[in-house]
């Protein structure tokens, strides 16, 4: 499934977007790296669903600019994919069917291995109704991957899973994200996900970033103090507390 294609960098300049009087976000910058990994965290309302439809093409922007790989978001890219929280399988098709919607010629073969790569390719000729709920997250990752994209928007994909299915989902993106380096923006509102797998965690408030902290520590991340002064640094700015000094733990060493 690897393509060798660099995921997409992105640039977001003043981006602001409202709904008739309701300014959901104003006057936003942001930059994303080729093959960077994104997490948006933020209270409800903060606008974290909207900037990933703007960056999605499914939105338009009220004002401001979003470059995708040098070239103005102006709709729906195909190398574009978008993973939710519901599945969204079609239940009268068979997994490896709903698979293949994902590949851009539809080859059977690349959707057989897109479910080899999140472990499911026994489950090829079963309907999506007789699957877990991580067993059909699984199938739609599959379905997002088959078309080898260069940026993968991730809206609260985890959210309706149990915590160890959650953890075991966790650990399978990071994973294909390391083999092929597509660029991805998760939005979550669980902070412990967010710094389990971003390179960077940005906090939305009142549709403005207020915080962008680069998380250096080593992959696969360890539960552990480190892990444990960057939960609570962004908890408090979300919680909009000021950082405790109580963590203060030897983190210059860390590197991604």
Known sequence: ????????????????KSFGSVKVLEKLNLNVKSGEFIAIVGRSGC?????????????????????????????IDPETRVLFQDARLLPWKKVLENVR?????????SAMEALRMVGLE???????????????????????????PRLLLLDEPL???????????????????????FSA???????SEAVA????VVLLKDGHVALNEAITLPRPRE????????????????????PSSSYEPKIASFSI
């Open 1 to 16: 499934m690897t393509t060798g294609i660099a995921g997409y960098p992105l640039a977001i300049q003043g981006l602001s």
């Open 47 to 75: 606008g974290k669903s909207t900037l990933l439809r703007l960056i999605a093409g499914l939105e338009q922007p009220t004002e401001g600019t979003l470059l995708r790989d040098g070239q103005e978001v102006t709709g």
């Open 101 to 109: 919607i994902g590949v851009r010629d539809g080859n059977r073969e």
């Open 122 to 148: 026994e489950k090829a000729n079963e309907w999506p109704g007789v699957l877990s709920g991580g067993q059909r997250q699984r199938v739609a990752l599959a379905r997002a991957l088959a078309g080898s």
């Open 159 to 181: 959210g309706a899973l149990d915590a160890l299915t959650r953890i075991e989902m966790q650990d399978l993106i990071e994973r294909l994200w390391l083999r092929q380096r």
């Open 185 to 191: 923006i998760l939005v979550t509102h669980d902070v």
């Open 197 to 200: 797998l971003a390179d960077r």
């Open 223 to 242: 539960r552990d103090s480190g892990f444990a002064y960057f939960e609570k640094l962004i908890l408090d700015r979300v919680m909009e507390r000021e």
